[in-house]
């Protein structure tokens, strides 16, 4: 069965640093997005991005994050300077119109 | 606005029970998609159901049925004969499209004892 596949599955970062995180979304999904999830709560939506533009964005996703579709395959969330409250599970998903799949996930870990 | 109610942030059984998770939402959109997901201890999110406004009818998987009323505004979720592997936090979740962003609830963590 197809996967989303996440990388690093967890990644260790001072404050300030500016850290990318990487999804290989399913070939041929269309629709890309990006969660958050801190320790203990709930998951919530960061991003969505379509047809090579941001779709919808969260209030979360403010201009310290930035998505982009480098290569055509891979979907990066990137963080500019990191503040220890970025610490948290981050999902890619992907999806086409007939449901989408979430990766496993990356632990960011700001200290 | 979406919204979506997990009102059990934990539950406790012993192993052998059958357990109902619920879930209540909001939403003006006449079509809108519940998704029920299961977190483990590992951390990854795990699909369990996706279901439309237009099809009421409950389902089953094996032990895991769905109780959808559009009524109650209610999708619950209910677990027979637990078992120890069923404990993980479990999630309830809203999309107004079968591919858009979703609205989590808070979550509800599941606690099987052997």
């Known amino acids: 069965e197809p996967e989303v596949t996440q990388t690093p599955s967890h990644q260790v970062t001072q404050m300030g640093q500016e850290v990318i995180l990487r999804c290989v979304p399913i070939?041929?999904?269309?629709?890309f997005y990006w969660y958050r999830q801190i320790l203990g709560q709930k998951v919530e939506f960061l991003v969505s991005?379509?047809?090579?533009?941001?779709?919808?964005k969260s209030e979360i996703f403010d201009d310290q994050f930035s998505v982009e579709r480098p290569d055509g395959s891979n979907f990066t969330l990137k963080i500019r300077s990191t503040k220890l409250e970025d610490s948290a599970m981050y999902f890619c998903?992907?999806?086409?119109?007939?449901?989408?799949?979430f990766g496993s996930g990356t632990r960011l870990t700001v200290v | 606005a979406q919204k979506v109610t997990q009102a059990q942030t934990e539950i406790s059984v012993v192993e052998k029970e059958d357990v109902t998770l619920d879930c209540v939402y909001e939403?003006?959109?006449?079509?809108?998609?519940l998704f029920w997901y299961k977190q483990p201890p590992s951390g990854e999110l795990v699909f369990l159901i996706r279901?439309?406004?237009?099809?009421?009818q409950n389902e089953i998987s094996g032990r895991y049925s769905w109780n959808f009323q559009k009524s109650t505004s209610s999708f619950n979720f209910t677990i027979t004969a637990s078992q120890v592997v069923d404990s993980a936090v479990y999630f309830c979740?809203?999309?107004?499209?079968?591919?858009?962003?979703?609205?989590f609830g808070d979550g509800t963590t599941l606690t099987v004892k052997p």
């Open positions: 998903a992907s999806g086409d119109i007939y449901g989408y799949t």
């Open positions: 070939s041929n999904h269309l629709y």
């Open positions: 991005f379509y047809n090579n533009e941001i779709s919808e």
């Open positions: 939403t003006r959109d006449t079509t809108y998609y």
């Open positions: 279901r439309n406004s237009f099809d009421e």
């Open positions: 979740a809203l999309s107004n499209t079968n591919a858009g962003k979703s609205t």
